[in-house]
């Protein structure tokens, strides 16, 4: 077993103009990536999950992929952290596989399946890499039902304690849940991901359990670490805009708001479901749920690619779609560019939840990269939109925003769920057919901003 070995604060002195000191983060922000399990591991040494179902269903995702291989990041991420360690890589937010840990039902763990992630924390401690492990991040067994169930609850809960107690002497940094808004919302709303339901009361259902599975989480985790730990959580948030001005788009864009980040948010905060939701939530809520739900977490997790738009669509399950960015904006292969829609979500977030810690758990572009030229994969166009998404970070930093910290996603390309290979995130791409790593220049510049501790120009050439 490794000690947990203290991070070197970030005191880089080295001279930098007048303009980039101005740019500088916080002493102890922590420069990290993002992964997740589901995403970079392959299905051998786990149990059935519900995005194995949904790809044994559709027979393939949209390039023609499944998850059966992914990276196999769980044989192969000594490279990984070896790439991301010398580029002064300070902290991995990666994700443990619930069906690895209880491949077949509930009770002990699967000795095998928990030993991996031991093995991986020790690594990354070698590394001088501080684990940030997100406990559920999509992949439910098989045999754990969804969450339109309320059983789903305390089952979550049961695995998170499973790993607090073989974890918890080595890690201090929790995230409970990735995004449980795309949860709802895709998985039970719009049927693009696992499991693909396509109902408003699931939908309802899921945000409430979500909700319900993390607050008994926390109490579980709360009982089980020793001192030291800090507990948080992560949700996909992003400010909501109309496509038009007409009155039936703005009330679209108000439920938006409520439903895909109010919903999650003001419950944490003890400040219960939006005015808006509460209503068609409530015949999930059990009595003594919300004071369940009100964790008051130690920081909050902000995933953040850009705004979202939306329009009033009688025929979807809601009653909303998403409508048409405004063409001027910047296109990424996936998302539209939109740098100042996160520093109005830091600054949104530090007024109304009483300035809470922050990090920005995810962000990050996926783009057509080039093949490798002598070694190096040339990604400038990564590199400028990065560029302008940390200026963004910057700029709620110095008003005031207490923001610790920011995770790129991803580390390597990966699995882009329902959309396959075909989106290409990585600092390090990965070769399809030898699954080889290559550094990107993107990973180059993310280490000289981690040595500056600042948000640098991007380079012109
Ligand atoms: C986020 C997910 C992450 C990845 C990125 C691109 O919403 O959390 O797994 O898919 O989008």
Redesign the pocket.
Known sequence: MMATRAHPQNTDSSPLSEDTAALRFCSDFVWGVAA?AA?TESRNGRGPSNWDALCNDRGAMLDGSTNALCTQFEDLYPRDLELLAQAGVQAFRFSIAWPRVQPDGPGPANAAGLAVYDRMVDAMLEKGITPWPTLFYWDVPAWAGDFRQREICQRLADYAEIVARKLGDRVQQWIVL??PN?VALRGYAAQVHAPAFNSAEAAYAAIHHQNLAQGLAFQALRATLPGGHRIGTTV?LQPVRAETNSAQDEQAARMVDALWNRAFVDPLYGKGYPRLAAGLIAPYVAEGDMELIAVKPDFLGM?Y?SRIYVRQAADHVLGIAQGQAPRHLANTDYFHVEPDGLTEMLLRLHDEYDAPQLYIT?T?FAMPDPQPRDGVVDDLGRIAHLAGYLKAAQAAHAQGVHLKGLFY?SATDNW??AQGFAKR?GLIQVDRATLARTPKRSLGYFADCIRHNAALDAPQT
Do not use: P
């Open positions: 997740s995403q990735n995004e795309s996909n995933n690619y995810e990050g996603w882009e769920w995130f």
